[in-house]
């Protein structure tokens, strides 16, 4: 079966590994501040905070916000659950921004549309959630310009993004946001088994999150009410374990070295779909003249119009053949949890219609140009 999406790891990755096992330190040691400083530096960012998942730095990045009881967090429904699942942790209540049907990303006038609204009614979102859907950045720079006219903070859900850039700047930079979000599960662009990371320009958010991380425990004397010796640590914050290890680190300063080849891998496999679909009743993801994608995935639309089989039974068909696809994502509001906090069937059409025609393709970094043919062909016996 050819996967949708699969990590590589080369020698050079496995040593980088051993070398830590190895070492004196399996956890706060020097490998998590040289992954973070990588990701800084890639990015453009001033502070990185790595963790062990996307979902831990989503979590920390909305109480390092001040998201609580009575907040509300808008994000897109098209996406994994824990863009939603943050503003919950936090005791805040979730909404969602239905998407564009041209790059499936929150849209930018429903986004304006519906703060007005809550403007009028007084339920303004503490936080915007935008999430750049496949690897595309969103439409930031307005929706920047909207959170100074609300006043809103922003955070990124870039899980998918890393590598991919946003009006000629790598996305992290976090030009037109308060705090930006990578994972590096394995099926991301690059990997640390599990991780995840925040950037941020803002010294005090950075440090909130640092301290979060790490069960809100602090040696920093500046944190400190009044120290009685070196010893002496002090717990200033409720936090979390929420650390990454020195392995997983060290695995990421290593993908990190190649993460500009995966992403022109990523591109030229996407640009040669794009060639070699045309003509097949699907539509194909489009790019904006804006984006650079980290092209984490190849969704196409199935045209029900024009082809007799149902968006399950193409599915089931590429999966008999060996090719590997997924469908990204089921709307968020539609999930049985979330339908038990009152969203219902309906209520963000644009999400599920998308969602109803949606098939996710394989495009990774490891995949040969016959893998990619042979996923081409059986899409035209299927399609034609
Ligand atoms: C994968 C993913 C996450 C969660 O990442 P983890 O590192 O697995 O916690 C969050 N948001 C989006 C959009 C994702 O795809």
């Known amino acids: 079966m050819i996967p949708y999406g699969k990590q590589s790891i080369s020698q050079a990755d496995i040593d980088s590994v051993v070398e830590v096992l190895h070492s004196d330190y399996l956890t706060q040691g020097p490998q998590v501040p040289l992954f973070e400083a990588s990701v800084a530096n890639y990015c453009s960012a001033d502070y990185a905070v790595a963790v062990n998942s996307a979902t831990s730095a989503l979590h920390i990045a909305c109480l390092a916000l001040g998201l609580s009881e009575g907040d509300v967090l808008w994000t897109s429904p098209n996406t994994f659950v824990a863009s939603a699942n943050c503003a919950l942790y936090c005791g805040a209540d979730v909404d969602f921004v239905d998407i564009n049907l041209d790059l499936y990303t929150m849209c930018v006038h429903a986004l304006a549309q519906k703060l007005k609204e809550a403007k009028a009614r007084g339920c303004l979102p503490k936080i915007v959630i ?30 998918h993004a890393i590598g991919g850039q946003y009006r000629g700047s790598p996305i992290g930079g976090c030009q037109f946001s308060d705090i930006t979000v990578f994972s590096f599960h394995p099926v ?31 040696r920093d004397a500046q944190l400190m009410s009044e120290a009685e010796g070196p010893w002496v640590y002090q717990q200033v914050d409720l936090g979390f374990n929420y650390r990454m290890t020195e392995v997983q680190a060290a695995l990421g300063v290593s993908q990190m070295m190649r993460l500009n080849e995966f992403i022109e891998k990523r591109t030229f496999f996407a640009k040669r779909y794009d060639d070699l679909l045309q003509g097949l009743p699907l539509k194909l993801p489009m790019q904006h003249s804006e984006t650079e994608s980290a092209f984490h995935l190849y969704p196409i639309l199935i045209q029900p119009e024009l082809v007799t089989l149902s968006r399950a039974g193409v599915f089931k068909q590429l999966r008999d053949r060996g090719v590997g696809v997924n469908v990204h994502y089921i709307p968020v509001h539609t999930q049985p949890y979330y339908q038990q906090r009152g969203f219902a069937e309906g209520d963000f059409p644009n ?32 399609l034609q």
């Open 351 to 382: 999400a599920e219609s998308y969602y109803h025609q949606t098939i996710s393709i394989p495009v990774f970094h490891a995949m040969t140009i016959e893998d990619q043919d042979q996923v081409i062909s059986v899409l035209k016996q299927i």
């Open 130 to 159: 935008p999430v750049h859907f496949a690897g595309q950045s969103c439409d930031m720079k307005r929706i920047h310009a909207l959170s100074l006219e609300y006043g809103f903070s922003i955070i990124e859900d870039a899980a």
């Open 188 to 218: 991301k662009i690059i990997t640390t088994a599990e991780g995840g990371l925040a950037t941020t320009n803002q010294p005090g958010l950075a440090e909130k999150m640092q301290l979060l991380r790490s069960h809100g425990v602090t």
